[in-house]
């Protein structure tokens, strides 16, 4: 994802929507290493929610996290991967000005060399997913099994 410029990050020139790539296991199974995410800049932020926000210690990292909770100092937000660490149990609350964007899809890229008429229909069908918050999920999750 492209650095953002300082009069950006104050809310003017942010395109609504942005780019970023998923590095590492933390969000499994939710996200994969590789996986390509669309984020809403400016998005309203809900406990549940998967977002994109700068490390509070490294700002020049990027993150993708759950949001468990809103607190006085901020926001907190924890992996799906209870493994994998580098949450709020590490470095506390983040700010609302480190928060970048709410994620809405994620993709997956295609694979090199796949080029067959059936495969590329196969990657079309299973490579683009919303991503829902850990409330809709539940909510959905639980209409189907009561069908």
């Known amino acids: 994802m492209p650095e953002l410029s300082p009069e ?10 942005g780019l970023a790539e998923v590095t590492g296991p933390s969000m499994v199974p939710t996200l994969y290493h590789g996986d390509r995410l669309v984020l809403q800049h400016r998005a309203r932020i809900r406990p549940g929610d998967v977002i994109v926000l700068r490390h509070p210690f490294q700002q020049d990292l990027l993150v993708v996290k759950r949001v468990a909770e809103r607190r006085e ?7 799906d991967n209870p493994y994998a660490g580098g949450d709020s149990t590490d470095y506390g609350a983040v700010p609302d000005e480190l928060v970048l964007g709410r994620v809405r899809l994620r993709y997956r890229p295609p694979k090199p060399g796949q080029r067959s008429p059936l495969a590329v229909l196969r990657w079309l069908l299973s490579a683009v997913r919303p991503v829902f918050s850990e409330r809709s999920a539940r909510s959905a999750s639980r209409r189907l099994r009561a069908r």
């Open 8 to 17: 950006s990050e104050r809310g003017r020139g942010v395109p609504p929507f």
């Open 73 to 79: 100092s901020g926001w907190w937000v924890l992996a």
